[in-house]
């Protein structure tokens, strides 16, 4: 018998996957996926309860329904919004393609390049500019063509969200490789979701079933078996499945509500660049919200230019590039980085001070920051993530290392492994640390030595990587590692607290209060909390201590003074002021 996939069900009434979904669970069916498939008596059970839900005059202001489109529509619409819609219209997503080196990334992204793009005009330029566009059931999708997740990473490491959908390709004769494990914890770590394409099913010694079963193993349930994992079977060389991948990856934007907002600010970023011996600095980027103009004055890390032209992935200039296209950019004074974001600015006089002003920055060692709120106290505690990167010399190795790094517990921190694997620390290990934006990153090596190409990568990055020889050793350092995270604590102490008897504004100083000290003592650098009727009305710090006119650091008990508190004017008569003492206690 017939079976129908529900995205089938979808495109059929003419609704995305997602919207459909959202009525069949309002419906009490929320065990369906877009991939499932029902039989075609189910399918038209389904249709015919969407009609009948649009059919009801449940909201007053439905008109009456005629078409089917337009029936399930009107359904869709009526279902209780269980989340706020994103703004703007659903863009082409971004695609990335990962794996293990040899399973056909190339090969994929070719055969889609070749196949699918749409027909290039007369004169256009063959040349790459780092991502293409495919047009699949009327519908477009982006492709960034430089396959691998050191790419993939190396922009995250900058701060750049390109990617929306990730494809796996695992080779169906190979099965799960070191790659496939690294490139699965790199997709996790950006936190986008995955497909899997399971490659090279033409070659005879192909074991789908394995691949399958292998990344089960590790999580990664295929949806044919009742998982969340989308795993389409595929010839990369041959170009069997490939129709399906594009339907999944529709089917994944559909479902992630992929959307990017012309009207929107612009958020584009680079992917690619290199200085062209006659066009001078190109760059490509890809847009994901907003619109990038020609003429449009722009910013990219630290230099910027009046955009000359735009050109798009078959050479063909345009005028402008809206969410989800992807655009070589021509005009800039010097070679951005990949990973950098482009900004637009009104002017070049605004971009040459952003530019000078990031460069002087950059020369600037950061400033070590204090807590001088309560609120900032209170944020320092809590709790901090240690995101590891450990690489060890051998399975076994890693395995002790894993059991070890278990075992350490330090309240208020979590340990959380990236990424575990074999061999030395690579550049890709050093970028997956550096990706990280939630946390402090440390690279760990057990028995390994870093890649001399790693090098240059840590330093630009200024990722921490230590590399241990005794595992006791490498543990030690780990809860050391977690325990410094913390930072210095700070404990604050009640010293005294001080009656306010009358208030004095004193012009271009602010409001000093006269009080008493009750209890203890008041000190100059102590945080003060102002408390009336019982109630803590301000928190903050103490501006200003005098006795008289002159300055003081503490007060004691029994004597008057006069106090400032800093950014709060409005202390009354009657306030108590409690004063602490911030002390701070460095980790061992
Ligand atoms: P990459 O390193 O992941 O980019 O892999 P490539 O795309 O360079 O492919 C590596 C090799 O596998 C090449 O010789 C390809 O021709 C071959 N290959 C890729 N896909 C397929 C496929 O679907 N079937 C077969 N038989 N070979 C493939």
Not at 209 to 224: I, S, T
Not at 307 to 328: C, F, N, S, V, Y
Not at 379 to 392: C, N, P, Y
Request: charged content about 30%; aromatic content about 4%.
């Amino acid at each position: 018998m017939a079976r129908k996939r529900v995205y089938e069900i979808a495109r059929e009434l003419g609704i995305t996957s997602r919207e459909l979904l959202r009525v069949l669970s309002d419906l009490g069916m929320e065990g369906l996926r877009a991939v499932s498939t029902v039989s075609e008596e189910e399918a038209e059970v389904i249709k015919e309860l969407l009609l009948e839900r649009a059919g009801k005059k449940e909201a007053p202001s439905e008109a009456s329904v005629k078409t089917k489109e337009e029936a399930s529509t009107a359904a869709v619409q009526k279902a209780p919004e269980k989340e706020k819609p994103k703004p703007g219209i659903p863009r082409p997503p971004v695609v990335a393609v990962l794996g293990h080196i040899d399973h056909g990334k190339t090969t994929l992204l070719d055969t889609i390049r070749r196949t699918k793009v749409a027909e290039k005009e007369a004169g256009g330029i063959t040349q790459s500019i780092g991502a293409y566009q495919v047009e699949y059931n009327g519908r477009t999708i982006t492709f960034i063509d430089t396959p691998g997740h050191r790419a993939f990473t190396a922009m995250r490491a900058r701060g750049a969200q390109v990617t929306d959908i990730a494809v796996l390709v695992v080779a169906a004769d190979d099965g799960v490789m070191a790659q496939t494990v690294e490139a699965i914890d790199h997709i996790k770590a950006a936190g986008v979701p995955m497909i899997v394409a399971i490659n090279k099913i033409d070659k005879p010694n192909a074991n789908p079933d394995k691949v399958r079963q292998q990344l089960a193993d590790m999580g990664f349930v295929p949806e044919e078996w009742g998982g969340e994992t989308i795993m389409v079977p595929i010839s990369a060389l041959k170009g069997d499945g490939v129709d399906e991948l594009l339907e999944m990856i529709l089917l994944v934007a559909d479902l992630h509500d992929i959307r990017g907002d012309p009207k929107g600010e612009l958020e584009a970023w680079v992917i690619e660049s290199h200085l062209d011996p006659s066009r001078g600095p190109v760059a490509t980027a890809v847009v994901k919200n907003g619109i990038l103009r020609v003429r449009d004055v722009i910013v990219v890390g630290t230099t910027w230019g009046r955009i000359r032209a735009l050109i798009d992935h078959q050479g063909k200039q345009i005028k402008e590039a809206t969410p989800g296209m992807p655009a070589q950019i021509l005009g800039l004074s010097d070679v951005p980085q990949p990973g950098e974001r482009v900004e637009r600015v009104k002017n070049p006089r605004e971009a040459e001070r952003i530019v000078s002003e990031r460069k002087e920055a950059r020369k600037k060692p950061p400033e070590p920051r204090f807590p001088r709120t309560f609120e900032e106290l209170f944020a320092q505690r809590e709790k901090k993530k240690l995101k590891l990167v450990l690489k060890a010399a051998t399975v076994g190795a890693l395995e002790a290392a894993k059991l070890e790094l278990g075992t350490i517990q330090i309240e208020n921190v979590d340990i959380e492994l990236l990424h575990a694997g074999v061999g030395p620390i690579t550049e890709s290990d050093i970028l997956l640390a550096a990706s990280v934006e939630e946390g402090e990153p440390l690279v760990v090596g057990f028995g390994v030595r870093v890649d001399p190409k790693a090098r240059k990568v840590i330093e630009q990055h200024g990722v921490p990587v230590r590399t241990y020889e005794i595992i006791y050793d490498l543990i030690r350092e780990i809860e050391l590692a977690g325990k410094r995270l913390l930072g210095p604590q700070y404990v604050e102490t009640k010293v005294g607290e001080a009656e306010v008897l009358r208030t004095f504004k004193i012009s271009g100083v602010g409001v000093v209060a006269g009080c008493r000290v009750r209890e203890g003592k008041v000190i100059r650098n102590g945080k003060v909390k102002v408390i009336r009727d019982g109630e803590e009305v301000f928190t903050g710090e103490i501006a200003s201590l005098k006795h008289f006119a002159q300055d003081v650091q503490e007060m004691k008990e029994g004597k008057e003074c006069g106090i400032r508190i800093k950014d709060f004017d409005k202390v009354k008569p009657g306030d108590i002021l409690e004063v602490y003492e911030v002390k701070v206690i460095q980790p061992a």
